[in-house]
Nanobody, 114 residues
Framework: QVQLVESGGGLVQPGGSLRLSCAASGSSVSTNAMGWYRQAPGKERELVAQ???????NYPDSVKGRFTISRDNAKNTVYLQMNSLKPEDTAVYYCTTWLYRQYWGQGTQVTVSS
């Protein structure tokens, strides 16, 4: 049974930073691809960061240079460091992994507002 539990969301002012965490069980963050998606109200869920089992990362242009995905194999946890946050980054952020199928966490709310 794969379980993903996100934490670290909250309210932050524009230009601020947050670090999201995703603790995984039933799946290894070191051997499976991991990712972060987000979904804003009225919009489709979109990929914001991905890390392969080999450590390669991928970001869309909208977050490139501001967001960084990383993993701690010992803690079986994946992180999303978000810097220079903008109001348009406001969304529910979901952790995901692929193991025969795609699994999702419950999501954590990130609100960027002054």
């Amino acid at each position: 049974q794969v379980q993903l539990v996100e934490s670290g969301g909250g309210l932050v002012q524009p230009g601020g930073s947050l670090r999201l965490s995703c603790a995984a069980s039933g799946s290894s963050v070191s051997t499976n691809a991991m990712g972060w998606y987000r979904q804003a109200p009225g919009k489709e869920r979109e990929l914001v960061a991905q890390i392969t089992s080999g450590g390669m990362t991928n970001y869309p242009d909208s977050v490139k240079g501001r967001f960084t995905i990383s993993r701690d194999n010992a803690k079986n946890t994946v992180y999303l460091q978000m810097n220079s946050l903008k109001p348009e980054d406001t969304a529910v952020y979901y952790c995901t992994t692929w193991l025969y199928r795609q699994y999702w966490g419950q999501g954590t709310q990130v609100t960027v507002s002054s």
